[in-house]
C-alpha cells in the first residue's frame, strides 16, 4: 500500500512554455501533499504543501505564479511550471501524507520523481 | 523550531561490515523521526520511523535506528551491510504530527564488494 505515483517521469520542453506534473496518491487519500525540488548536490528543497481544496503554502523565495500547485482533490495534485527557464531545470518529486493506514504515523510516501529539463 | 543534521556527507563501508549513518536532530517538544533512502533518479523510499515506545526502531530491509533522546541523535544502522544498499540516505525530524518533516542533507553510503 501507500503507493504515489508521478507523470511524467522525464520532460523535455523549450524555454517559455509551461509544464504540467501529476502527481497522484494510488491507495490512499492524500490531505496533504508536498512538492519538492532536488538539486544535482542531492538537498531537498521543499518547494510548497497543499491541503486538499485550499490554496497552496509556499516555501520562501518560492514564486507562486511561476510554480503554480493545485491540489483538487484526495488524490491528486499538479505543479505546473510556467514559462519554463533553463534554470528551472531540476528533479522534481512530490510527496502525500494521509489519515488512516496510509500516514498514520505522519510519514510521507514519496512519487518517484520527474525529470524536467529546459532547453 | 525544528532542525536535522547529517553530519557525513559520504560513509563507505565494505560489505558484510556493520554500517551506520548518523542524524541528530533539535525540536522543543517530543520529535517524530524518519528515515528514507532514495535510489538513483527515483523518489525516496521511507525505511522506518520513531514516534514513541522502544528506542530501538526495526524497518525495511533489515536496517534499524536507535532514538536517544539525551543524545538527541537517532542514527541508522545496519549489522552487515550488502551493496545494494548503496544509495543516499535523508533523516527526517517533525515536531509533533502536524508539522511538516524538516529534511537533512543527505548522506551517500557506498558499500564496496
Known amino acids: 500500500g501507500a503507493v504515489v505515483s508521478q507523470h511524467p517521469s522525464r520532460v523535455i520542453c523549450k524555454s517559455g512554455t509551461s509544464v504540467k506534473i501529476e502527481c497522484r496518491s494510488l491507495?490512499?487519500?492524500?490531505?496533504?501533499m508536498f512538492w519538492y525540488r532536488q538539486f544535482p548536490k542531492k538537498s531537498l528543497m521543499l518547494m510548497a504543501t497543499?491541503?486538499?481544496?485550499?490554496?497552496?503554502?509556499?516555501e520562501q523565495g518560492v514564486e507562486k505564479d511561476k510554480f503554480l500547485i493545485n491540489h483538487a482533490s484526495l488524490t491528486l495534485s499538479t505543479l505546473t511550471v510556467t514559462s519554463a527557464h533553463p534554470e528551472d531545470s531540476s528533479f522534481y518529486i512530490c510527496?502525500?501524507?494521509?489519515?488512516?493506514?496510509?500516514?498514520?504515523?505522519?510519514?510521507?510516501?514519496f512519487g518517484p520523481g520527474t525529470r524536467l529539463t529546459v532547453l | 523550531a525544528q532542525s536535522v543534521a547529517q553530519p557525513e556527507d559520504q560513509v563507505n563501508v565494505a560489505e558484510g561490515n556493520p554500517l551506520t549513518v548518523k542524524c541528530t536532530y533539535s525540536?522543543?517538544?517530543?520529535?517524530?523521526l524518519f528515515w528514507y533512502v532514495q535510489y538513483p533518479n527515483r523518489g525516496l523510499q521511507f525505511l522506518l520511523k520513531?514516534?514513541?515506545?522502544?528506542?530501538l526502531v526495526k524497518g525495511s530491509y533489515g536496517f534499524e535506528a536507535e532514538f536517544n533522546k539525551s543524545q538527541t541523535s537517532f542514527h541508522l544502522k545496519k549489522p552487515s551491510a550488502l551493496v545494494s544498499d548503496s544509495a543516499l540516505y535523508f533523516c527526517?525530524?517533525?515536531?509533533?504530527?502536524?508539522?511538516?518533516?524538516?529534511f537533512g542533507r543527505g548522506t551517500s553510503l557506498i558499500v564496496h564488494p
Open positions: 510527496s502525500a501524507r494521509g489519515l488512516g493506514g496510509a500516514g498514520e504515523g505522519n510519514e510521507q510516501f
Open positions: 491507495d490512499f487519500q492524500a490531505t496533504t
Open positions: 497543499s491541503n486538499e481544496g485550499s490554496k497552496a503554502t509556499y
Open positions: 525540536v522543543s517538544g517530543n520529535p517524530y
Open positions: 520513531y514516534i514513541t515506545g522502544d528506542n
Open positions: 527526517a525530524v517533525s515536531e509533533g504530527g502536524s508539522y511538516i518533516p524538516t
